[in-house]
């Protein structure tokens, strides 16, 4: 079954504690993305990546890093997390360029608190 | 700079009743793609329609029919005889030359039984 997963689906953590949230694909899929939902503002672009070791900053990339080191793997990581990183994040991916050439796929959400 | 505009926070209506969500964009592309997603309370996004810049048809798909304007730069979705399983957020959104997908803030439907 074609699908993105992420993991953790659910995190509450402390203000300062490295975390990591995996994303994989197994569509073979090109384009990866990051995006971040917070009440009344939609989605916003964190990070994407057109293909292995090629990212690039979205709309919020402040406080956030990724790696593409394998095609299926999209990680995000928060070194240092601060209670405005609260939110809901999903990961995509889709094929070639991404939204504008074909539709995302996106993963089931990780809903992360920082305390 | 690419903009999406759902002036509708939230919508209520009685079921059966046909409820139009609006969505105006903002682009200097020519080539653009403008979705419509799905997110009812379980969380997951559903993808619902993809539509590109050249194409002003109306779409169809069941109770769902989609209004794209260029004029107007706007890309109304209209849902025919509402049902209570259509409550969900939807949000419009818009891809243009810069392979990033800007989305609008989402409008809540609300249908009662």
């Known amino acids: 079954e074609a699908q993105v997963t992420q993991n953790p689906r659910y995190l509450i953590t402390v203000t300062g504690k490295k975390l990591t949230v995996t994303c994989s694909q197994n569509m073979n899929h090109e384009y990866m993305s990051w995006y971040r939902q917070d009440p009344g503002l939609g989605l916003r672009q964190i990070y994407y990546s057109m293909n292995v070791e090629v990212t690039d900053k979205g709309d919020v990339p402040e406080g956030y890093k990724v790696s593409r080191k394998e095609k299926r793997n999209f990680p995000l990581i928060l070194e240092s997390p601060s209670p405005n990183q609260t939110s809901l994040y999903f990961c995509?991916?889709?094929?070639?360029?991404?939204?504008?050439?074909?539709?995302?796929?996106f993963g089931p959400g990780t809903r992360l608190t920082v305390l | 700079a690419q903009k999406v505009t759902q002036a509708q926070t939230e919508i209520s209506v009685v079921e059966k009743e046909d409820v139009t969500l609006d969505c105006v964009y903002e682009t200097r592309d020519t080539t653009y793609y403008l979705f419509w997603y799905k997110q009812p309370p379980s969380g997951e996004l559903v993808f619902l329609i993809r539509?590109?810049?050249?194409d002003e048809q109306n779409e169809i798909s069941g109770r769902y029919s989609w209004n794209f304007q260029k004029s107007t730069s706007s890309f109304n979705f209209t849902i025919t005889a509402s049902q209570v399983v259509d409550s969900a957020v939807y949000f419009c959104?818009?891809?243009?030359?810069?392979?990033?997908?800007?989305w609008g803030a989402g409008t809540k439907l609300i249908i009662k039984p």
């Open positions: 959104a818009l891809s243009g030359s810069n392979y990033q997908l800007i």
């Open positions: 539509r590109n810049s050249f």
């Open positions: 995509a991916s889709s094929s070639y360029r991404g939204p504008s050439t074909d539709t995302q796929y």
